[in-house]
């Protein structure tokens, strides 16, 4: 457990500027967005609508969506996975599609230009299934339900993702699973 809480520290310092960017790139976009459509919700650019149904389905462990959504030789990386292609993607959705159910998704996609995508999103499910970290760390079902922030930011190739980083914070959801030390 020592380990993964030292691996998530070091993901997340290393994420924090490039989130930081994002997320302020994003926001400026959706503003300018916004303040030229008063009162509508502006449709999503390619790149965000493109990444907005990866999350689905990576969140619900639908690993039927990934050829049409995903290059081939994606590279892709998160606090609990680093995947070289889609085959690999699939595997790692597929082993954890019975860690979480009751998948509630939301997110606030933001366009950030050409071919790149940044989506904020928040993820809440109950932890009704084996949580495999890795060889060393499983967690039993806990019945808990958990909620994850994050962001994802995205690199596109015409109509399909070729490269992804997700930034979140593991010890959010070890915390939340009783499996850290109160701070307080």
């Not at 590279?75 to 009751?102: H, N, T, Y």
Request: net charge negative; hydrophobic share 45%.
């Amino acid at each position: 457990m020592l380990r993964a809480n030292a691996v998530g520290a070091a993901y997340a310092r290393r994420g924090r500027d490039e989130q930081a960017e994002c997320n302020a790139r994003a926001h400026a976009a959706y503003a300018a967005a916004t303040a030229t459509r008063p009162g509508a919700s502006p449709e999503l650019p390619v790149p965000s609508a493109l990444l907005v149904r990866g999350l689905q389905a990576g969140a619900t462990g639908d690993s039927s969506v990934l050829a049409e959504l995903y290059a081939d030789d994606v590279k892709g990386w998160s606090p609990m996975m680093a995947v070289e292609s889609a085959a690999e993607l699939a595997i790692e959705l597929e082993d954890r599609d019975d860690a979480f159910s009751d998948v509630e998704l939301a997110f606030a996609p933001l366009d950030v230009g050409g071919d790149q995508a940044c989506v904020e999103w928040t993820i809440t499910a109950t932890h009704s299934g084996p949580l495999v970290f890795d060889d060393d760390l499983r967690i039993e079902p806990t019945g808990v339900r958990v909620t994850v922030h994050g962001v994802t930011v995205a690199e596109l190739d015409g109509d399909r993702i070729r490269s992804f980083r997700q930034y979140w914070d593991e010890a959010e959801l070890l915390a939340q699973l009783g499996l850290l030390p109160d701070c307080d």
